[in-house]
Nanobody, 115 residues
Framework: QVQLVESGGGLVQPGGSLTLSCAAS????????MGWYRRAPGKQRELVAS???????RYADSVKGRFTISRDNAKNTVYLQMNNLNPEDKAVYYC?????????WGQGTQVTLSS
């Protein structure tokens, strides 16, 4: 069983930055892949970024060059640095982990852009 707790969401102005954190209840060094997904209002959940146990990363085209995913195995935490945020980034962001082929999800953290 893996518990994931996200934090770091909030209200930010367009062009601003936020860093999301996902703390796992187990060592993440053995987790095959971890990632961030988001669900915007009226849209399906989509993959934002993922990182493998070896450090390989993958990004959605819409966030390439603006978002950076990283992991700190010593802290059992995965981060998502988000820069140059725009209104299309408004969503609930979920942390995901796949361990032994089973997916685990956090409760989500809201990111809102001010008008």
């Amino acid at each position: 069983q893996v518990q994931l707790v996200e934090s770091g969401g909030g209200l930010v102005q367009p062009g601003g930055s936020l860093t999301l954190s996902c703390a796992a209840s187990v060592s993440i060094s053995g987790i095959t892949a971890m990632g961030w997904y988001r669900r915007a209002p009226g849209k399906q959940r989509e993959l934002v970024a993922s990182i493998s146990s070896g450090g390989s990363t993958r990004y959605a085209d819409s966030v390439k060059g603006r978002f950076t995913i990283s992991r700190d195995n010593a802290k059992n935490t995965v981060y998502l640095q988000m820069n140059n945020l725009n209104p299309e980034d408004k969503a609930v962001y979920y942390c995901n982990a796949v361990l032994r082929l089973k997916p685990y999800w956090g409760q989500g953290t809201q990111v809102t852009l001010s008008s």
